[in-house]
């Protein structure tokens, strides 16, 4: 999709603030209300506007402890990265999950309330599914930059 300058300007703002009315999203992108209205319909329906949330505060929900952990599968076959797909899939503190290239397979963000929380899940969880030979932990001291908006260029 070829977004002109109204468009990156809408995502922009909606990146910043989803729940902006549409008066004030027309107002600050120079626009009509009936044409600002129309252009984010076009981007919702193309599939660049994915969906709406509410970002969450870590800290106060009690899960302010990131892990990074790298999985290690037996054998990297069709089937085997399924089932481990679909398994990861009902874990609720996984809040990322990428296949990788290089010494894992897996790349996990999970999130927990401190150390023994995160063990209860490594022993519980994290080496029980499908298929894993290695768990490969890291935990975050603190978050140095962490953004939800993408840049548009």
Do not use: W
Not at 10 to 19: S, T, V
Not at 63 to 87: C, P, T
Not at 97 to 121: I, P
């Amino acid at each position: 999709m070829d977004l002109d300058r109204y468009d990156k300007a809408i995502l922009k703002a909606l990146q910043r603030d989803g729940r902006i009315s549409n008066v004030q999203l027309a107002a600050a992108v120079s626009l009509s209300e009936s044409a600002c209205l129309r252009r984010v319909r076009a981007l919702e329906e193309s599939g660049l506007i994915d969906r709406y949330v509410a970002l969450l505060s870590q800290a106060r929900s009690g899960l302010s402890v990131d892990v990074f952990v790298h999985i290690g599968l037996h054998r990297e076959e069709n089937r085997e990265l399924q089932a481990f797909e679909d398994a990861v899939q009902n874990i609720p503190e996984v809040m990322e999950c990428y296949l990788m290239t290089g010494e894992f397979d897996y790349l996990l963000r999970v999130v927990v309330a401190d150390m023994a929380d995160y063990e209860r899940l490594h022993k519980g969880a994290l080496t029980r599914l499908p298929g894993v030979a290695r768990v490969n932990s890291s935990v975050a001291i603190r978050t140095v930059r962490k953004k939800t908006e993408l840049p548009l260029r």
